[in-house]
């Protein structure tokens, strides 16, 4: 199961970061990662991380700006927005998977519910 949570409103510019609890499987041995959807929009990748080895990927949007991490400890995922931009207005969703098959942006097998950020300009 995968929560999610951490959204809100935020000015542009500002910082926010998002979390995701995992629990019920041994998430460690999983991809994890983060998409989102902003209205009238498809769902998009934004960040993704190998959680035993800490590899990460970015889409183009988020690089520079946005950091996925995790807590093994914790068994939680973070994702750190900075200089948020109206564009990155949208529901951020996690999820995870355990096969590398089609990549670092498709194929992912559970999702928490989405937690919904707006940034106002």
């Known amino acids: 199961q995968l929560q999610a949570s951490g959204g809100g409103l935020v000015q542009a510019g500002e910082s926010l970061t998002l979390s995701c609890a995992a629990s019920g499987r041994a998430f460690n041995s999983y991809f994890m990662g983060w998409f989102r959807q902003a209205p009238g929009k498809e769902r998009e990748f934004v960040a993704a991380?190998?959680?035993?080895?800490?590899?990460?990927y970015y889409a183009d949007s988020g690089q520079g700006r946005f950091t996925i991490s995790r807590d093994n400890a914790k068994n939680t995922l973070y994702l750190q927005m900075n200089s948020l931009r109206a564009e990155d207005t949208a529901i951020y969703y996690c999820a995870a998977k355990f096969a590398f098959v089609t990549g670092w942006t498709s194929g992912y097998d559970y999702w928490g519910q989405g937690t919904e950020v707006t940034v106002s300009s």
């Open positions: 991380i190998k959680w035993s080895t800490g590899s990460t």
